[in-house]
Nanobody, 114 residues
Framework: QVQLAESGGGLVQAGGSLRLSCAASGTIFSRNAMGWYRQAPGKQREVVAFITSGGTTNYVDSVRGRFSISRGHAINTVYLQMNSLKPEDTAIYYC????????WGQGTQVTVSS
């Protein structure tokens, strides 16, 4: 089975920064793109950023210029640097392949206060 572990979330004031980390147990990211998803209360889970095996990065418009996704030295690690955080970024953040595997980790809570 797939094991995914997210960390680095927390409470931060608007304008602050957080760096999220993800580690996967297998080789899920060896061929697929690596992505970060988020789910806010009452909303569907959406992908906000992903990086392909070739290193191309993609972002949704709402985070472009503020968030940066990167790969770790190991194939099973991925990071999300989040700057200039806004209250609208408040959500549980998950990592997974793109497209996602059916198994998800616990996620990490990001809360941005006004």
């Amino acid at each position: 089975q797939v094991q995914l572990a997210e960390s680095g979330g927390g409470l931060v004031q608007a304008g602050g920064s957080l760096r999220l980390s993800c580690a996967a147990s297998g080789t899920i990211f060896s061929r697929n793109a690596m992505g970060w998803y988020r789910q806010a209360p009452g909303k569907q889970r959406e992908v906000v950023a992903f990086i392909t095996s070739g290193g191309t990065t993609n972002y949704v418009d709402s985070v472009r210029g503020r968030f940066s996704i990167s790969r770790g030295h190991a194939i099973n690690t991925v990071y999300l640097q989040m700057n200039s955080l806004k209250p609208e970024d408040t959500a549980i953040y998950y990592c997974n392949s793109v497209p996602p595997a059916t198994s998800w980790g616990q996620g990490t809570q990001v809360t941005v206060s006004s």
